[in-house]
Antibody
Framework: EVQLVESGGGLVQPGRSLRLSCAASGFTFDSYALHWVRQAPGKGLEWVSGISWNSGSIGYGDSVKGRFTISRDNAKRSLYLQMNSLRAEDTAFYYC??????????????WGQGTLVTVSS | EIVMTQSPATLSVSPGERATLSCRASQSISSNLAWHQQKPGQAPRLLMYGASTRATGIPARFSGSGSGTEFNLTISSLQSEDFATYSCQQYNNWPPTFGQGTKVEIK
């Protein structure tokens, strides 16, 4: 059974940093691209960042470019999102999602349950 | 980026009735559209990809149609477990984008 379990969310002050993790199981981790998708309260889903199977291809949404960094450790079967210079508008549930392709330009067949990030003073 | 617009925002339907949800792309995305279902406190779930192909384990009462810029998700006879929010996602162009979601609620 495929499982994606996010962790690392919480309450953080504006301008501070937070690192999210996603632990994966139940599939060949190093064969697929992975993504972070977020959902602010009452809003739709927003793609944040994606990374290919070998970290050779990485992309970011315009709203987080230059502040967030995605990475993965295939040996640990884990995906990460380093979030710096956090803003109130970054408040959202953050989901880890598995792509059906290795390079990352397709749809997502599995999602985690999400971790809540709240940016507030 | 491609803007995905879903309608209606909320759909009130009685159990057993048919529900049709719409998703429009700001430019052609061929058939590179997926539908995801979300329930409160649960992980989103893939329902449909390629606009009309059901994902593994998805019941036949769910069907998808459309290509280009206009797409529909139809639930032929709503069951209690189908009351949820449905989001469309285009993966034809980078970056991938989602619609705002349609909430299907009990009438």
């Amino acid at each position: 059974e495929v499982q994606l379990v996010e962790s690392g969310g919480g309450l953080v002050q504006p301008g501070r940093s937070l690192r999210l993790s996603c632990a994966a199981s139940g599939f060949t981790f190093d064969s697929y691209a992975l993504h972070w998708v977020r959902q602010a309260p009452g809003k739709g889903l927003e793609w944040v960042s994606g990374i290919s199977w070998n970290s050779g291809s990485i992309g970011y949404g315009d709203s987080v470019k230059g502040r967030f960094t995605i990475s993965r450790d295939n040996a640990k079967r884990s995906l990460y999102l380093q979030m710096n210079s956090l803003r109130a508008e970054d408040t959202a549930f953050y989901y880890c999602a598995k792509d059906v392709q290795s390079w990352g330009g397709s749809f997502y067949d599995y999602w985690g349950q999400g971790t809540l990030v709240t940016v507030s003073s | 980026e491609i803007v995905m617009t879903q309608s209606p925002a909320t759909l009130s339907v009685s159990p057993g009735e048919r529900a049709t949800l719409s998703c429009r792309a700001s430019q052609s995305i061929s058939s590179n559209l997926a539908w995801h279902q979300q329930k409160p406190g649960q992980a989103p779930r893939l329902l449909m990809y390629g606009a009309s192909t059901r994902a593994t384990g998805i019941p036949a009462r769910f069907s998808g149609s459309g290509s280009g810029t206009e797409f529909n998700l139809t639930i032929s006879s709503l069951q209690s477990e189908d009351f949820a929010t449905y989001s469309c996602q285009q993966y034809n162009n980078w970056p991938p984008t989602f619609g705002q979601g349609t909430k299907v609620e009990i009438k």
